[in-house]
Each structure stands twice: as C-alpha cells, then as structure tokens.
C-alpha cells in the first residue's frame, strides 16, 4: 500500500523567524501518524529547519536543486550540499522554474539524477497551463515531462521518486482542478508507469498540487490515484497546513 504524502512548498516566503515559527507550529500540531510530511523551505533557512525537525517525522526538503555535480555554476547549490544539511526531498521541474528561470524538460532531468545521486528524493513536478488544457494537450504535454525524466535516469530511478501533477493553471490562483480531474490525470500518469514497470506505477507517491486547502483536500485525497499533497500557500500557516495533512484518508 502506497503511503500517503503531504509537502509544503514556502516558496520564497517568510524570516528566519517566522520560518523557525513555523516548523515548530507544524512539529507542536502534529498528531496521529497519518502520512509521510515534510517542508520544502528557502536554501538559506534549511540548516536551522533541519535542526528543528531533527528527530521528528517531520522531513525538509529543498525547492531545487543544481542539475551539476559541482563547479563553477554561480548561484546554484549541489545536491551534495544540500545531503549535508539533512535535506531528504528537492523539488525539480517546478512550473515556476519552467516558467520564470528557463528549466527546460532536459535541465529538469539532470536535476532529478544530481538529487538521486545524493540520495535525495526528488519531487518531479509536472503538469499542463491553462491554454494547453484547452487545447487538448494535457496528457501529450505530461508525457514529453515524463519522457525527458525517463530517458535520462531510467524508468527504475522513479522507484525512489514522487512525483507531483500541478496544473499550472491551478497553482496560486485559487482555481482547483476538480476531483475527477485531478484523478484522470493522476490515473494517466500511473498508466504511463506501468507500461514501463508495473511495481515503480503501484508503488511510487504522486501528488497533487494546485490551490489545494482545508475545506478541498479531503476531495481530492480520497481519489484512488491521488497519494497526498504540494502545498503552497496554505501551508504558510500551520493550522491550515496540519488541517490538509490530517484529510488523507
Ligand atoms: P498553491 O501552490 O498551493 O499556492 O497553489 C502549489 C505549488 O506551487 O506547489
């Protein structure tokens, strides 16, 4: 059985203080051992965040990471950097590093393979805009993320993968794909798995993203296909978050 998996996403939000507040929020609400949870918070405040939820069920993890090993790369922070501060998942492929920082579907790939090489557990995010959808091309476009992933690491790298469908039409808009849109698309990504490995389909967490909060999560959490959770805006605040986590089913 498939755990469930609930992750927050801070973006590029908060202090150094009302980061720390908000690991502790999340870590003092933290009740029944329901699902698999973590944060993806700023470079800069994960060793402080690491050392919060050090010992705790709670998991951090970092919003991307460099598609290279090492070098010279200005800005960019290593995978091997990252392992150092207990980071345990990164994003890649986010729609807002595809959108506004240029990653395209191949630097996506590098970056999943530089996480794995570490360790890390990359959160492979992927899904179509607005226009795309309403062109018809959701699951061409899902398909070529896939493929650029697959190509380069291998269908058996998603063994220790998750994968995250956020509709970028959905993301920060308050919009949300509705229940059955989210499991058609959540069923398609499977289907696509298993063609390549039924074991890594059955087994690997994928999540969904895109204006989930409190009173929509249940929804969504109880379709078949749906493992969990991206969360972005509500889990700025650690009752709307933990409130999210405790509607996995
Ligand atoms: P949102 O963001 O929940 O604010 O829509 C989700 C995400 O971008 O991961």
Same mark, same amino acid.
């Given at each position: 059985?498939?755990?469930?998996?609930?992750?927050?996403?801070?973006?590029?939000?908060?202090?150094?203080?009302?980061?720390?507040?908000?690991?502790?929020?999340?870590?003092?609400?933290?009740?029944?051992?329901?699902?698999?949870?973590?944060?993806?918070?700023?470079?800069?405040?994960?060793?402080?965040?690491?050392?919060?939820?050090?010992?705790?069920?709670?998991?951090?993890?970092?919003?991307?990471?460099?598609?290279?090993?090492?070098?010279?790369?200005?800005?960019?922070?290593?995978?091997?950097?990252?392992?150092?501060?207990?980071?345990?998942? !990164?994003?890649?492929? /986010?729609?807002?590093? &595809?959108? +506004?920082?240029?990653?395209? =579907? $191949?630097? #996506? @790939?590098?970056?999943?393979?530089?996480?794995?090489?570490?360790?890390?557990?990359?959160?492979?995010?992927?899904?179509?805009?607005?226009?795309?959808?309403?062109?018809?091309?959701?699951?061409?476009?899902?398909?070529?993320?896939?493929?650029?992933?697959?190509?380069?690491?291998?269908?058996?790298?998603?063994?220790?993968?998750?994968?995250?469908?956020?509709?970028?039409?959905?993301?920060?808009?308050?919009?949300?794909?509705?229940?059955?849109? !989210?499991?058609?698309? /959540?069923?398609?990504? &499977?289907? +696509?798995?298993?063609?390549? =490995? $039924?074991? #890594? @389909?059955?087994?690997?967490?994928?999540?969904?993203?895109?204006?989930?909060?409190?009173?929509?999560?249940?929804?969504?959490?109880?379709?078949?296909?749906?493992?969990?959770?991206?969360?972005?805006?509500?889990?700025?605040?650690?009752?709307?978050?933990?409130?999210?986590?405790?509607?996995?089913?």
């Amino acid at each position: 059985m498939r755990r469930p998996l609930v992750v927050g996403n801070w973006k590029m939000n908060g202090t150094r203080s009302s980061a720390e507040a908000l690991a502790k929020g999340i870590l003092v609400g933290l009740g029944d051992d329901v699902a698999d949870i973590a944060v993806c918070v700023p470079y800069v405040f994960l060793p402080e965040i690491a050392q919060i939820v050090n010992n705790t069920r709670l998991g951090v993890g970092a919003q991307n990471v460099a598609d290279k090993p090492s070098g010279a790369f200005t800005g960019e922070v290593s995978a091997a950097m990252l392992k150092e501060f207990g980071c345990k998942y !990164a994003l890649v492929g /986010h729609s807002e590093r &595809r959108t +506004y920082y240029g990653d395209t =579907d $191949q630097i #996506v @790939a590098a970056r999943f393979c530089q996480a794995q090489e570490q360790g890390i557990i990359p959160i492979l995010c992927i899904g179509e805009t607005l226009s795309e959808r309403e062109q018809d091309k959701t699951f061409d476009v899902i398909t070529t993320q896939l493929d650029a992933v697959v190509n380069l690491a291998g269908i058996g790298a998603f063994g220790n993968a998750v994968i995250a469908y956020e509709p970028v039409w959905a993301i920060g808009t308050g919009l949300t794909a509705t229940d059955d849109q !989210a499991q058609e698309a /959540h069923r398609f990504i &499977r289907n +696509y798995l298993a063609a390549k =490995d $039924q074991t #890594v @389909a059955e087994n690997i967490q994928i999540l969904y993203g895109g204006s989930v909060k409190p009173d929509n999560a249940k929804g969504l959490f109880a379709m078949p296909d749906i493992d969990g959770g991206l969360i972005g805006g509500a889990s700025l605040d650690a009752e709307s978050f933990l409130k999210i986590y405790n509607s996995v089913n």
